[in-house]
Every structure is written in C-alpha cells, then in structure tokens.
C-alpha cells in the first residue's frame, strides 16, 4: 500500500517562505511523476506543481516564480519551496502522483496558514 507522508507546514506571515517534504513508498516514488496539491477551506483540491524524475518541473500559474518544487530520487522524497506567500497560499498540501486516480490514496497533508 502506497504511503505518502507530508510535513513542514506551519503559520507563517505574508511575504514568508516555508519548505513542505513529502516522502513516499519507494517504487510508487520511482515509477510516478510526483505533484503537489492543496485544498483550501470549502474549495476543491487543486494542483500546484510537479516534477518527473529526470527534473522537469511544471507549476499552477497562482504559484509560479513563487514556488519550486524539487525531488530527491535517493531519499524517495519531493519537496516544495514556498517564498513570497500570500494569504490566498492558506490550505491544506498534500503530495501525489500527477493526475492521481479518484480510488488513489492521499496522506494526512499539512497545513499551512499565511497570517499576519
């Protein structure tokens, strides 16, 4: 069973930066390209960036030259740089294959809160 276990959320202020990890079961990391997504309170999930493994990286437009995502194949685990975040950044992140099937599995997520 795929596990995906996310971390580094946290409150931090507009115009702050945090860096959120993401570690997954060894093949599923190996064989997907990996995204991360983010669910806001009374909104559907949405895609925010993805890499595959060779590094080639694609972002939402709210986020990019904001966020950078990046994957560690050795360590099985992706991560997002967030800088120059915004209230509007506020959500629940979770990580994921690309275009994750509605029967796939989601880990517990992290939050972030942007809030003066």
């Known amino acids: 069973q795929v596990q995906l276990v996310e971390s580094g959320g946290g409150l931090v202020q507009p115009g702050g930066s945090l860096r959120l990890s993401c570690t997954a079961s060894?093949?599923?990391?190996?064989?997907?390209?990996m995204g991360w997504y983010r669910q806001a309170p009374g909104k559907q999930r949405e895609y925010v960036a993805s890499?595959?493994?060779?590094?080639?990286?694609n972002y939402a437009d709210s986020v990019k030259g904001r966020f950078t995502i990046a994957r560690d194949n050795a360590k099985n685990t992706v991560y997002l740089q967030m800088n120059s975040l915004k209230p509007e950044d506020t959500a629940v992140y979770y990580c994921?294959?690309?275009?994750?099937?509605?029967?796939?599995?989601w880990g517990q997520g992290t939050q972030v809160t942007v809030s003066s």
């Open positions: 060894r093949n599923f990391f190996a064989i997907n390209v």
């Open positions: 890499i595959t493994g060779g590094g080639f990286t």
């Open positions: 994921n294959k690309l275009s994750p099937r509605s029967t796939d599995a």
